[in-house]
Structures are given as structure tokens and as C-alpha cells.
């Protein structure tokens, strides 16, 4: 009874959601109530209800709806995304862009250059990134409550900590200087957020 819809009535192969179909699933513009399914054998087509097919697939254990590299990437594909966007963003050389590479120390990023970075990344993995998540440097340096004497406050570790999960600031939190806050963006950092952002995705 298991996996019907998903079955091919003709010769018993296995149908598989047909991504070139106008009804795929998953898509920018919200799902649709119909999938066309393909069989694997013998490639005859198919209709069904969306929500019967979502069903069956969770019965076998699988997911639907999430766009294949989201789920499929690996942490290195993404670091290589990653290279390609800053090499294109900022024109450094592919092998300066290692994961410990720091934004601005190592690369030369500018803050003018973040919100290039940010589009590049946008485009590159079909994700929304808000730069304030991204870079949240700027809106802790510029509250009074997250600053002191050139220091990040108690609180203002506590708010980095909270807007930079994807990212270890226990070695920062240490000794908070404000200096030392641009070394927390790494390349690595960036593949980080974004495999954070795929998987919620
Ligand atoms: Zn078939």
C-alpha cells in the first residue's frame, strides 16, 4: 500500500518528481497543488495531487519542496561557491580565500564591499541574506550600550553571540576590542551562514 502514487502503473519502475515540468514543486513562486511525476524506466508521465505525493515521500523517508543544492551541498562545494563570489567580489587571487582568511585583514574587503558580497552570495545559492545578519558589526559599534572605551560591553558580547551563531566568539569575548571585531569575518565564517541558511531554507 505504501508508495502507490509513487509506482509506475505501466511497468512498476519508480516515478520521480519531473523537475522540467511547468508544475515543479519547491519553486520561488510557492509550491503547486499538482507535481508531474516521470518514471525511471519507462518514462511515461504523470499527475498527481501534490499533497498525496508529500505524503508518500515522507512516508519512504524522503523530503520535497527544498531546491536540490540546498540540501545536497556539501561543506566544500559551498566554501567553493564561497571563493568564487569573493574572487569575483573583491579580486583577490582563488587560494588567498581560505576558509581562516579574515574579510578585511587578509582579503581587503571595505565595508563598501560587504554589500556587494552579500548580492553575490544571494545570487550564487538562491538565498535571502540580510546584510545586518551577515556583517552585524556596524549596528553593535553604533549603539552606546554595546561600546565602551573601545571594548564591546558584557551586553554587546551577548548581542554578538546572539547575531553571529553560525560563528565562535568565544576566543573575541575574551578580551572584546572593537579593533579586533573584523577578524570574526572569515571566509569560513561565510560558509558557516550560509549552510546555516540552506539547511533552514
Ligand atoms: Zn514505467
Do not use: W
Amino acid at each position: 500500500m505504501a508508495n502507490k502514487k509513487l509506482q509506475c502503473n505501466q511497468c512498476g519502475g519508480k516515478m520521480r518528481i519531473d523537475s522540467g515540468g511547468v508544475t515543479m514543486i519547491g519553486g520561488g513562486a510557492g509550491p503547486a497543488p499538482i507535481v508531474k511525476l516521470r518514471c525511471d524506466k519507462c518514462d511515461i508521465t504523470r499527475f498527481e495531487q501534490r499533497s498525496d505525493i508529500e505524503r508518500e515521500l515522507a512516508e519512504a523517508g524522503e523530503t520535497v519542496g527544498k531546491k536540490s543544492h540546498s540540501t545536497a551541498m556539501t561543506q566544500d562545494q559551498i566554501l567553493q561557491e564561497v571563493q568564487g563570489v569573493l574572487v569575483d567580489a573583491l579580486g583577490v587571487d582563488e587560494d588567498e580565500v581560505t576558509p581562516e582568511a579574515t574579510l578585511m585583514g587578509d582579503l581587503g574587503a571595505e565595508s563598501i564591499d560587504f554589500l556587494d558580497i552579500v548580492f553575490r552570495l544571494e545570487k550564487a545559492f538562491g538565498i535571502k541574506i540580510a546584510r545586518e545578519e551577515l556583517f552585524p558589526a556596524e549596528t553593535l559599534m553604533n549603539n552606546p550600550e554595546f561600546v565602551s572605551n573601545g571594548k564591546l560591553t558584557a551586553k554587546g558580547v551577548a548581542e554578538l553571540k546572539a547575531k553571529m551563531p553560525h560563528t565562535d566568539v568565544s576566543e573575541f569575548a575574551k578580551n572584546p576590542e572593537l579593533s579586533k571585531l573584523p577578524d570574526l569575518f572569515t571566509v569560513g565564517m561565510i560558509v558557516n551562514y550560509v549552510e546555516s541558511k540552506l539547511k533552514a531554507a
